[in-house]
Nanobody
Framework: QVQLVESGGGLVQTSASLRLSCAAS????????MGWFRQAPGKEREFVAA????????YYTDSVKGRFTISRDNAKNTVYLQMSSLKPEDTAVYYC????????WGQGTQVTVSS
């Protein structure tokens, strides 16, 4: 079955950078667009970024444009989220998934940005 394993989160200060990784298995990774999502405490899970199958096109929610970069390595079945200039409002559990056709969620990786 499909398995998504996110990693790379942590506790950082405002303006720091982090790189999240998501290793996918159980699917033909290169055939699917992929996305990153996040869920802050007490809030709904929200879309953060997406990337097309070959990595040619990327999409971002307005609040992260210019700060976050999504990328993928189809040879490694892995999608990345490079986050820079982090803000306290970026604090959330971050998840990856197929996009837009979601599958079962992984455990996510916690990102905490202190002010």
């Amino acid at each position: 079955q499909v398995q998504l394993v996110e990693s790379g989160g942590g506790l950082v200060q405002t303006s720091a950078s982090l790189r999240l990784s998501c290793a996918a298995s159980g699917l033909t990774f290169s055939s699917y667009h992929m996305g990153w999502f996040r869920q802050a405490p007490g809030k709904e899970r929200e879309f953060v970024a997406a990337i097309t199958t070959g990595g040619t096109y990327t999409y971002y929610t307005d609040s992260v444009k210019g700060r976050f970069t999504i990328s993928r390595d189809n040879a490694k079945n892995t999608v990345y989220l490079q986050m820079s200039s982090l803000k306290p409002e970026d604090t959330a559990v971050y998840y990856c998934n197929r996009y837009p056709s979601l599958v079962i969620w992984g455990q996510g990786t916690q990102v905490t940005v202190s002010s």
